[in-house]
């Protein structure tokens, strides 16, 4: 084996070890409502799109999430109720943020981010292009 075929199978062993753990924290998020879920599958068919296409073809035939992951992909399509959970979600992790003994600097680095965040899932499509 070769160093570019060795390094493009360590690329694809850590790109699907990276989509299953965030495939676990997306499972963490279904149970605990402040955590995202959506994201962490979305950035895992990702991970999954560059190195495994049986495990991309498992997230977006997914009984649950495979329609939404199948309309980002195609359309970059944030559905109306993933906003809202992700803005409740960073609402309640902000405020209690903001109850914690953390410094200024770190809580005005999460509402930087989490701003901007919102104001990409802002800009997304809600629905898929009507043909």
Do not use: D
Request: net charge positive; hydrophobic share 55%; with cysteine.
């Amino acid at each position: 084996m070769n160093i570019k075929s060795s390094l493009i199978c360590y690329k694809n062993v850590g790109l699907k070890m990276l989509g299953l753990t965030l495939v676990a924290l997306g499972i963490v998020g279904i149970m605990l409502p402040v955590m995202p879920t959506t994201i962490f599958f979305i950035l895992a068919l990702t991970c999954f799109t560059h190195s495994s296409p049986a495990l991309a073809n498992w997230l977006l035939n997914h009984p649950r999430y495979g329609v939404t992951l199948q309309q980002w992909q195609a359309h970059k399509v944030v559905p109306t109720k993933a906003k809202y959970f992700a803005a409740i979600g960073m609402l309640t992790g902000f405020i209690l943020l903001l109850n914690s003994t953390a410094p200024n600097w770190v809580v005005y680095l999460v509402a930087a981010i989490e701003i901007a965040v919102m104001i990409y899932l802002i800009l997304r499509p809600s629905q898929p292009p009507q043909h």
